[in-house]
C-alpha cells in the first residue's frame, strides 16, 4: 500500500490530476490486488476492472460499494470461473445491483445499482488471459464513473495535493 500511496501523491505533486477520476484495473494477481486497493483505498477510486480474479476472503468483507467491471474467461483454470461468478454475486450484492442486467457492449451485462456503483459482468469464452480487444470497454466504463465530491468530517486534513 505504501507504494501506490506515494505513486499517487507523487503524481498528484506533478501533475494535475483528477482526484474523481482515478482508476484502478489490473490482471490475474493484478486483478486480485485491484480487490485489495478496493478494501483498503477504496475512497480514492472512482471505478475499478479486475480481470481474471477474486478477492481474499478476509478483503472481500471490507468492500464498499463501488463501480465494478469484472472480465472473467469461462473456462479460466487458474482462477476458477466459479469463483469469479461468486465473486460477482457478492459485488452485485454489496453493490445494491439489480437482480437482472442488461447487455452492454458484446460480452457485457450491466447491472444498475441503487447505490451508484452498478457492476459490469465481462465474460468471454475463452480462459486465464487478457483479451486485449475488451480494452475499450473498460475505457469507456471508467469514462462512464466520476466519483462524488466527498465531504470530510471536520478536522479531517484536505487531501494530499
Known amino acids: 500500500m505504501t507504494f501506490v500511496d ?8 506533478e501533475y494535475r490530476v483528477d482526484e474523481r477520476r482515478l ?3 489490473g490482471h490475474s494477481n493484478g486483478g486480485g490486488f485491484t480487490y485489495t486497493l478496493w478494501a483498503l483505498r477504496g475512497e480514492r477510486w472512482a471505478a475499478l476492472a479486475p480481470s481474471a480474479a477474486a ?10 460499494p463501488l463501480p465494478l467491471l469484472h472480465l472473467a ?9 466459479a469463483d469469479q461468478e461468486r465473486t460477482m454475486a457478492a459485488v452485485r450484492e454489496r ?11 458484446e460480452h457485457g451485462t450491466w447491472y444498475e445499482s441503487k447505490a451508484g456503483a452498478p457492476m459490469v459482468a465481462y465474460i468471454h469464452a475463452g480462459g486465464h488471459r ?6 475499450p470497454a473498460i475505457v469507456k466504463f471508467f469514462k462512464s464513473q466520476v466519483r462524488p465530491e466527498r465531504t470530510r468530517p471536520e478536522g ?6
Open 156 to 161: 479531517e486534513d484536505p487531501p494530499l495535493k
Open 6 to 13: 506515494a505513486m499517487l501523491q507523487k503524481l498528484q505533486a
Open 130 to 135: 487478457f483479451p486485449s480487444e475488451f480494452s
Open 23 to 25: 482508476y484502478c484495473m
Open 55 to 64: 478477492p481474499q476472503p478476509e478483503r472481500a468483507a471490507r468492500l464498499r
Open 95 to 105: 453493490n445494491g445491483c439489480e437482480a437482472t442486467g442488461k447487455p452492454w457492449e
Open 73 to 81: 474467461g469461462r473456462t479460466d483454470q487458474v482462477v476458477r470461473f
